[in-house]
């Protein structure tokens, strides 16, 4: 199957730090990377589609010059929490797509903590 | 506007049988999906229903009806590892998870 790896697994940072985290398709090209926040014990909430090569769609809510996304080739994609806040602090997991509407597959999260 | 509901938990015993519904409300999708998600994890994907009626995947079916703006997740012969969160979600371009179910078996 497609398989789709994070990194870093978890990441702990100082407040007013900015963060990046990649999310690479390894044995596919994904056109389509998504971007999803979870908090404990709630559901995942959608935080903006990248398409490679152009700008990333945001969701309503999600501050998008606080979440900068890259979507620069075909199997990578970065988020990068900008001047992070305890708030922030959640499991961030991406998810990649050959084409969209097709069936996406999950990275395997990572774990942010703002101190 | 778009949302799927969910029951939040749902407690069982090694052997059931257990249904964890799903209902909605929306514009159009192409499809309904389903997750499962243990602790710490990501989402594994589970089931889709395309069309009306019910899927069969091993020990987990899923059964959609759009009239009733209403699908579930059938598990059979529970086991100790199905403890977990359950999603449904909306399969457009992008996907719309429920609120999620927790069971504990």
């Known amino acids: 199957g497609a398989v789709v790896s994070q990194h870093p697994s978890w990441v702990i940072c100082k407040s007013g730090t900015s963060v990046k985290i990649e999310c690479r398709s390894l044995d596919f090209q994904a056109t389509t990377m998504f971007w999803y926040r979870q908090f404990p014990k709630q559901s995942l909430m959608l935080m903006a589609t990248s398409n490679e090569g152009s700008k990333a769609t945001y969701e309503q809510g999600v501050e998008k010059d606080k979440f900068l996304i890259n979507h620069a080739s075909l199997t990578l994609s970065t988020l990068t929490v900008t001047s992070a806040h305890p708030e922030d602090s959640s499991f961030y997991i991406c998810?990649?797509?050959?084409?969209?509407?097709?069936?996406?597959?999950f990275g395997p999260g990572t774990r942010l903590t703002v101190t | 506007g778009q949302s799927l509901e969910q029951p939040s938990e749902v407690t069982a015993v090694e052997g059931a049988i257990v249904q964890i519904n799903c209902t909605y409300q929306t514009s159009g999708f192409y499809g309904l999906s389903w997750y499962q998600q243990h602790d710490g994890g990501a989402p594994t994907f589970l089931s889709y229903n395309a069309l009306d009626g019910l899927e069969e995947t091993g020990r987990f079916s899923s059964f959609l009806s759009r009239s009733d703006s209403y699908g579930y997740l059938l598990l059979q012969e529970l086991q100790m590892k199905d403890s977990a969160s359950y999603f449904c979600a909306f399969n457009t371009d992008k996907l719309i998870f429920g609120t999620g179910t927790r069971l504990q078996v």
């Open positions: 998810s990649a797509s050959s084409r969209a509407g097709h069936e996406q597959y």
